[in-house]
Every structure is written in structure tokens, then in C-alpha cells.
């Protein structure tokens, strides 16, 4: 079997007793149409194309003021504070899910105990109940205190100079993501081969090892995809921050709105805008870390964007050439 330079086939017969060699006639293979798939494809086509002229031309969504306010002082400085609660929140929300993970797999039933009661807990009460909770804290309990329980206390702190809206909002999103986090951490270290478990213990690790160099690891492969997705969604949740006074991008488009009630699409515009580029951030660090998490899990690690359109660009080549030389 040989394949010319046209994209046909040819097919030559094997030689027998009773003919003598000699090649069968030449047929073009001809591919499989799929007329439903185009079809399908220019109805699609049609519609996005309506919808982005619609957004593009409609007079309601004011592209001048938008373009205003997109870079405004205003917005950047609430786009840095959720920044700056999305990583704090994402950091300490992680590493009390891991904490709770591993009380989850404990032996030990207190542990095992408590650790399931907070994650019923706090997947079960709505985060902004919690924030609300957090922030009016300081009328439960005036002052903290560390000592010996039932005893004399060693350091006092007044609660409400402590808990500002900042901690308030960080706290009450940590408390929030570790609780999530966990069931995916358990997950993850769940879906690793029973038989990496008794291969590190037959090593003779420590327990402490065991998890960190070969059963953690091995487990981000299946972590790495599903917290991604829970981050995703705290970069949005950190919008209810506003209802505890502390003035994130939403928070600031809120104001904005309330002193400028003629901008308020545009604002909300500037909002989505905004978080869409900084969800689509996050997508393209999941992407890099699940490709690097893959290595040696796979034969062939999946292309980046760039090597994908220099392949499509090389494949579209190829096939221009063929249909030019026929």
C-alpha cells in the first residue's frame, strides 16, 4: 500500500499461480460526508455572529463608558484586594484541606470525627451566612484569649481591632475552601493505587514520607483538576466580601453604581469582563500544572495552545498542497 502525493490510496494485488502480477486499478478514496456537521456548524456560526453584533451595536450596553471605567483607579484598587483575598483564602483554604483530609483517613476516630463534623458544617451553611457570622463576631465574644483551658489565660486580644474586614473576609473564605478542599484532597489520595500504598510501606518509609514523596504527588493528578475548578469558584464567591464592608471589584462597582446610576451596566460589564480574564487565568495555570503532573502517567504529554496551531497550521499546509497537486 502506497500513498501518492493527491491524498489517494493505491492498492496493488498480491502476485498468484494463476494471474500474473500486476496492479489493480487505481481508486481515489473518496472521504465520508457529513452534511448534519456542517450544517450544524453554520447555524452556530450564524447565531455567535448575531450575538457579537448585537453586544457590538446595541446603544444599552455603553461601550464609551465602559471603556471609562475599565482601568479607573476605583476598579483596579478592588481588583488588587480580591486578588489579595482569592490568594490568601486559596493558600490557607488548601492546607486545611489537606489537614482535614488526612483526619478523614486518620485511624484515630476523634480525629476522624471532627474532621467529618466540620466539613458536614460548613458545606452545609451558605458562605455568606458565614462572613455575616464572622463579622459580627465581636458581640459573642469581646476579647481572645490563649491559655490553659478552664484556666488562667496568657494573652488577650480585643476582637474587634483584631478582626478587620480584611481577616474577617480571608477567615471566613479559608473556613469556607478548606472544608471543599478536603473531599477533593481525600479524593484525590483515594484514587491512588492501593498497591503504591503497600509499596512505600514495604520500603520501610515513615508514615509522614510515605504521603509526602509518592502517594501525594501521584494524587495531584486527580487534585490538581478538581481544586482548580473549587478556585475558579472562589474568585467569584470573594463578590460576597461586599457585605462585610470591604470593598473588592464588586464591591467597587457597587459604589460606583450607587453614585453613578446611569453606568450601572457598564459597571457590571467592567465586573464580568474582569472576572472572566481572571477565571481564564487560572484555566491556563491548571493547564501547565495538569501537564506537568502528567509526566510519566502518559506516553505523550497533551500540546500546549501554541504547539496545537503550529500542528493545525502544518496540517492545513500539507492539504493545500495535496489538493494543488491534484
Known amino acids: 500500500m502506497s ?36 450544517i450544524a456548524s453554520a447555524v452556530v456560526l450564524v447565531l455567535v455572529a448575531q450575538a457579537a453584533h448585537g453586544l457590538a451595536t446595541n446603544p444599552f450596553y455603553q461601550w464609551d463608558r465602559f471603556h471609562y471605567w475599565f482601568l479607573r483607579p476605583t476598579i483596579l484598587d478592588g481588583l488588587l484586594i480580591t486578588l489579595e483575598v482569592t490568594a490568601f483564602s486559596a493558600v490557607l483554604g488548601l492546607l486545611g484541606g489537606v489537614l482535614l483530609a488526612l483526619g478523614r483517613l486518620s485511624g484515630s476516630p476523634v480525629l476522624r470525627a471532627v474532621s467529618w463534623t466540620y466539613t458536614w458544617l460548613f458545606r452545609s451553611v451558605p458562605l455568606i451566612v458565614v462572613l455575616i457570622f464572622l463579622y459580627n463576631f465581636s458581640a459573642l465574644y469581646r476579647t481572645v484569649s490563649l491559655g490553659i483551658p478552664f484556666g488562667p489565660s496568657f494573652v488577650s486580644f480585643d476582637e474587634s481591632k483584631l478582626a478587620t474586614d480584611m481577616v474577617v473576609a480571608v477567615v471566613g473564605l479559608s473556613l469556607n475552601e478548606a472544608a471543599y478542599a478536603a473531599e477533593v484532597v481525600r479524593g484525590g489520595v483515594l484514587s491512588v493505587d492501593q498497591g503504591q500504598h503497600e509499596a512505600a510501606a514495604a520500603l520501610g518509609l515513615p508514615k509522614g514520607r510515605q504521603f509526602t514523596r509518592i502517594v501525594f504527588p501521584q494524587a495531584l493528578r486527580s487534585i490538581t483538576p478538581n481544586y482548580v475548578n473549587q478556585l475558579i469558584g472562589l474568585v467569584k464567591s470573594t463578590s460576597l466580601v461586599f457585605y462585610v464592608s470591604l470593598l473588592d471589584l464588586f464591591g467597587s462597582v457597587q459604589t460606583m453604581g450607587s453614585t453613578y446610576p446611569g453606568d450601572i451596566v457598564p459597571l457590571l460589564l467592567v465586573a464580568t469582563v474582569w472576572y472572566l480574564v481572571l477565571t481564564s487565568a487560572v484555566s491556563v495555570v491548571q493547564f501547565y500544572v495538569e501537564r506537568y503532573y502528567a509526566r510519566g502517567a502518559t506516553r505523550t504529554l497533551p500540546p500546549t495552545p501554541l504547539q496545537r496551531a503550529r500542528s493545525g497550521l502544518t496540517a492545513l499546509r500539507a492539504r493545500l498542497r495535496r489538493e494543488a497537486a491534484v
Open 3 to 38: 500513498e501518492p502525493p493527491g491524498g489517494a490510496v493505491y492498492v496493488t494485488a498480491p502476485p498468484s499461480a494463476d494471474t500474473p502480477s500486476k496492479a489493480l486499478p487505481v481508486r481515489r478514496v473518496v472521504p465520508l460526508r457529513r452534511p448534519g456537521r456542517w
